[in-house]
Nanobody, 122 residues
Framework: QVQLIQSGGGLVQTGGSLRLSCVGA????????MGWFRQAPGKEREFVAG????????DYADSVKGRFTISRDNTKNFVHLQMNSLKPEDTAVYYC???????????????WGQGTQVTVSS
């Protein structure tokens, strides 16, 4: 069992930035591929970004490439999502995820965080 605890998110204007963080209560944290998904109202959840256990492979959804950056710190069990140049269409509940599969993009992760709201106003 892996517990994922998220922080960050909130309300920001178009063009602004936010950083999401997720700490994993897992030992060892470093064996897991980590990622972020999001779900907007009335839409299906979608993969946003993923990073393999050593950080040597990273993948992003086309809609966030060049604006979002995923990173991880295996010494502190953290994964972050830096979101820049935010757009109203980025508004969604964002979920931190973890899985043992190294395949990106992540499809159906085993473990999910509690979710955090990101709202981008126009």
């Amino acid at each position: 069992q892996v517990q994922l605890i998220q922080s960050g998110g909130g309300l920001v204007q178009t063009g602004g930035s936010l950083r999401l963080s997720c700490v994993g209560a897992a030992r060892p944290f470093s064996v897991y591929t980590m990622g972020w998904f999001r779900q907007a109202p009335g839409k299906e959840r979608e993969f946003v970004a993923g990073i393999t256990k050593s950080g040597d492979n990273i993948d992003y959804a086309d809609s966030v490439k060049g604006r979002f950056t995923i990173s991880r710190d295996n010494t502190k069990n953290f994964v972050h999502l830096q979101m820049n140049s935010l757009k109203p269409e980025d508004t969604a509940v964002y979920y931190c995820t973890a899985d043992l599969s190294p395949i990106l993009p992540m499809r159906d992760p085993l473990y999910w965080g509690q979710g955090t709201q990101v709202t981008v106003s126009s």
